[in-house]
């Protein structure tokens, strides 16, 4: 699936997403993977006025989530503490999201 997220925009998005979630983890707020998608959304929608590039941007996040948990176990270590299904919830939405882009639209 193609993406509209050039590689800088990808890259700054994943930095974002392991910031604010390291965060979350930090402060032991449990982590709804879900709710965070659609703040990534809406995030992005507001910024760009752009629905394609913000469903584009939310249909990253789980897949960013599994990246940065391999690239960085600690961060998984952090996140599990309070939400300990955050790997397979990851792993769930990812699928969702590759079989039908409009899964993204009712996060």
């Given at each position: 699936m193609s993406c509209l997220l050039n590689k800088e925009a990808q890259t700054a998005l994943r930095g974002m997403v392991a910031n604010d979630l390291y965060t979350r983890a930090k402060n032991e707020t449990p982590v709804v993977l879900e709710d965070y998608v659609k703040e990534v959304y809406d995030f992005v929608k507001t910024q760009s006025d752009?629905?394609?590039?913000?469903?584009?941007?939310?249909?990253?996040?789980?897949?960013?989530?599994?990246?940065?948990?391999?690239?960085?176990?600690?961060?998984?270590?952090?996140?599990?503490?309070?939400?300990?299904?955050?790997?397979?919830?990851a792993v769930k939405l990812s699928k969702t999201f590759d079989k039908s882009v409009d899964a993204v639209r009712e996060v």
């Open positions: 752009n629905e394609a590039l913000a469903v584009d941007a939310a249909r990253l996040v789980p897949t960013m989530v599994k990246q940065i948990g391999v690239l960085k176990p600690e961060f998984y270590t952090a996140l599990e503490k309070n939400t300990p299904d955050i790997e397979l919830d």
